[in-house]
């Protein structure tokens, strides 16, 4: 099992950004694919963006694409999410999730997952 702990969610104003960090322990973060899932109040945990283990190969949602740029630091066991232009429609809580071999769009393949930081953004 690897942990997983979100930071540098916040409220923001439409148009604004944040950077929120996804830092694991436990196990080796080089061999885990991470992803970036959020949920609204009352909706289904959706897919934001994923990452392979070098950080070679990216997926985004099509929402988020030119918007947002996930990466990772694997020297610091760290994952990110870069998110610009923010819209009231983002307001949700984000969690980052890791998995072992391919990287993927489906949460149920993720068995790791962090406790989920609150990103609000003002309109």
């Known amino acids: 099992q690897v942990q997983l702990e979100e930071s540098g969610g916040g409220l923001v104003q439409a148009g604004g950004s944040l950077r929120l960090s996804c830092a694991a322990s436990?196990?080796?973060?080089?061999?885990?694919?991470m992803g970036w899932f959020r949920q609204a109040p009352g909706k289904e945990r959706d897919f934001v963006a994923a990452?392979?283990?070098?950080?070679?190969?990216?997926y985004y949602a099509d929402s988020v694409k030119g918007r947002f740029t996930i990466s990772r630091d694997n020297a610091k066991n760290t994952a990110y999410l870069q998110m610009n232009n923010l819209k009231p429609k983002n307001t949700a809580v984000y969690y980052c999730?890791?998995?072992?071999?391919?990287?993927?769009?489906?949460?149920?393949?993720?068995?790791?997952w962090g406790q989920g930081t609150q990103v609000t953004v003002s309109s």
């Open positions: 436990g196990r080796t973060f080089s061999n885990y694919a």
């Open positions: 990452i392979n283990q070098s950080g070679g190969i990216t």
């Open positions: 999730a890791a998995k072992p071999w391919a990287t993927s769009r489906l949460y149920s393949q993720y068995a790791n």
